[in-house]
C-alpha cells in the first residue's frame, strides 16, 4: 500500500479567538507567494508545528495565536487535528512538545461535533500505559513503529518532508543541535522502504537465544565439573541404583515386620506421640496450601482462556471493518447504469457525490473514517489485552512452580507422619535399632542417588536446550542475513531513482554550474547518516572528492537533492515516503530570479509529468512567481505584502 499524506485545510486562531489564517490546500502543487517579510515562512512554521513538528522559533505575530488546526487526509482517512501554542510564563518559550488533538472528521464537523463524535488527546511521548499522537499518525499513515534503539516520532519524519530557510546548505534534514547519526539512519530506511520489521524481531530473538546459550553452556560447564564421574550423569546408572536400595528396603521392612509382629504390645512414649501430633497439624497445613495453590491456577488458567477468546474476538472485528472497508470501496466503484427494480436506465443528477439511486448527496469518506477510527481503538484494546495476557502467563508459572515445591514438601511431611507411626518400637527389641540404622542408611543412599538423578535429568535437559539454541541461532541468522540483502538492494535500487530525479534537476539548471549540467546520476551522492549532499568527482588529484560550490548553487544542490526524495516517491510503490513534501522559499542564499523561477517551472513538470493523477501534494512558498503561475489555479491564498501580511488579525 502506497502511503499518502495531504493537508487539506490550515486554520489559525489569535489569542483574542480571532481567525488569522483559513486556507484550503488541495491534491498536487499548492503555491504560497507575496513579498519577503510577508509572514509566508510563518506559513510552512505552522504546517511543520500542526503535523507534530517541535517547533518553538515563532516569530512574534505568530505567537499572538493560541490554536492551530490542520485537516489531513492520510491514505483514505480525514482527521483534523488541534494543537495550542503554549508559552511558558517563565521561560517564555513555546511548548513545543505540547499534545495533539484528534478529531475524526473535517474541520467543519470538529467545530460542532456530533454526540457520536469527540475529540481526543494524545501526548507527546510514548508510555506502557498510553500511546503517543505519533503512534496514531504512523497507524494512519500505515507506517510500522521504528522499535529498534531509538524511538523514532512523527517530528523525526517531518524533517525529511520539510525544506527550511534556517538549516545549512548541505543539510539533508532540518538541522537539530543534538541530533544522532543512528536516527538519520532509522528515519531514513523506514522513508525508503527499507525498514523492516520483522529483523528487529529476528534480531531480538538472536540476541535473547545468544544469551541463553552462554548460560546453558555455564551450566552444562558446571555440572560436569561438579560431577567428574561419568557414571554420576548416568541415569540408567543411578536408576539401578535406587531399584536395588529400595529392594533392601524392602527386604529389611519384611524383617523389621516378622520382629515386631512377635510383640505382644506395642509402647508409645510421649514424645513420639508429641512429634506425630505436630507432623499431623503441619501436614494439614500444608495441604491446605497446595490445594489453595491448585485453586489458584485453575482460576488463573480459566482468566487465560477468556483473555484468549476476547483478543480473538478483538482480532476478528479488526478484520471484519478491514473487510468493511474493501467491501465500501469495491461496490462503490461498480458501475450503475440501470436501476435493479424497474431496469430503465438511470439518469445522473450532475451533482459531484450524490447517490445514483435516490439523488442524496452522499460522503463516502465518512464511513472509511468511523471504521479506521474505530479499528484504531481495537488495536488499543488488542496490545493492553496482549499485555495483560503476558502478565497473567508468567503469573501462571510462577504459581505452577510454588506448587510443585509445596506437593514435594507435603509429600515429605506425609514420609515423616507415615515412620512416626511404623518407627515405633519395643524397647526390648534390640535388633530392631540395627535393622532401622541399615533403613536409614539405604534411604539416605536412596535420597542421595535420587539428588544426583535430578542432576543428570537437568544435564540431559541443558544438552538438548543447546541443540534446541544452537539450531534456532542459525535459522536467526540465515532469516537475518536474507532479510538485510533484501534491504541492500531495496536501498540500492531506491537511492538511484532519487540520484536520477536530482540530477534531472541539476541538468536542468541554468548554465551557471558546469558540473551541474554535465552531472550523472552515480556522481550525486545523498548520505542520510552523515547528513550530507554533495557531487562526487572522480579527479583524484583533488584534496576532497566532493565539489565546492557558490552559496547560491550549494543551495541548488540542496533542493535539488530534497525534491528528488520527494520525485522517487512518485514512482517507487516500495518507498514508505508520504509523498508529501513542503518547502519555505524556492529562493535563498543569494539566487537569482531568473534561476529560482526555472527551478519552479522544471520541478511542476517533473512532478505533472510523474503524477498526472494529482495523487501526491507539493506545498512551497516563493517570491519569485512569475505571472503565469501566479495567474493558475496553484496559488493557496492571496500574493501577501508586508502591509497584506498572511496571517489577520495581529494587533
Known sequence: MRNNLYLRRLVVFTNEGKVAYDEKFHNGINIICGDNSSGKSTITHFIFFALGGEFNDFVPEARECQVVFAEIQANDTIVTLKR?????????????????????????????????????????NTTVEKRSFSNVIFELLGLPEVKEENNITIHQVLRLLYIDQESPTSSLFVYEEFDKQSVREAVSDLLLGVYNQDLYTLKLNLYNAEKQLDEVKNEIRLTKRFFQNAFALDKEHLKTQIENKEADILNLNEEISRIRSNVEEVQYDSTKQLEFQILQDETAGKRTTVIELQNKIELFKNEIIDSDFFIDALNDKYRALNNSVYTREFLGNIPLDYCPECLNKLVHSGVENSCKLCKQISDDSF??????????????QIDESTKLLSFK???????????????????????????????????????????????GLAEG???????????????????EEKTTLDKNIGTFKYKIFTIQEAQRKIKKDTILNIQTEGVYLLNNDFDRQREFTTAEPKDLIIDFSNN?????????????????????????????????????????????YPRFIFADNMEDKGIEKERAQNFQNILIKRVLALDPNQESQLIYTTSYITDELLESTYIVGEYYTKDNPSLKNIE
Not at 449 to 455: N, S
Request: glycine content about 2%.
Open 84 to 124: 495550542y501554542i503554549e508559552i511558558n510564563e517563565k521561560t517564555k518559550n513555546i511548548n513545543s512538545r505540547i499534545a495533539m488533538n484528534f478529531f475524526w472528521g473535517d474541520y467543519e464537523e470538529s467545530q460542532s461535533p456530533p454526540p457520536n463524535k469527540y475529540w481526543q488527546k494524545f501526548q507527546y
Open 367 to 380: 464511513g472509511i473514517t468511523q471504521a479506521k477510527r474505530m479499528q484504531l481503538e481495537i488495536k488499543f
Open 393 to 439: 502467563n508468567k503469573q501462571l508459572k510462577i504459581l505452577e512452580s510454588n506448587l510443585e515445591k509445596e506437593i514435594s514438601e507435603l509429600n515429605n511431611l506425609q514420609k515423616r507422619v507415615n515412620n512416626s507411626i511404623t518407627d515405633v518400637r519395643p524397647f526390648e527389641l534390640e535388633k530392631l535399632d540395627t535393622l532401622n540404622f541399615q533403613k
Open 532 to 576: 550530507l549532499v554533495y557531487l562526487k568527482t572522480d579527479n583524484t588529484e583533488k584534496f576532497k572528492q566532493y565539489q565546492k560550490f557558490s552559496a547560491s548553487s550549494n543551495f541548488y544542490l540542496k533542493i535539488s537533492a530534497r525534491f528528488a526524495l520527494f520525485l522517487a516517491s512518485l514512482t517507487v510503490d516500495s518507498m514508505r
Open 445 to 463: 543412599e536412596i535420597l542421595q542417588f535420587r539428588t544426583m538423578l535430578e542432576q543428570a535429568d537437568i544435564y540431559d535437559k541443558l544438552l
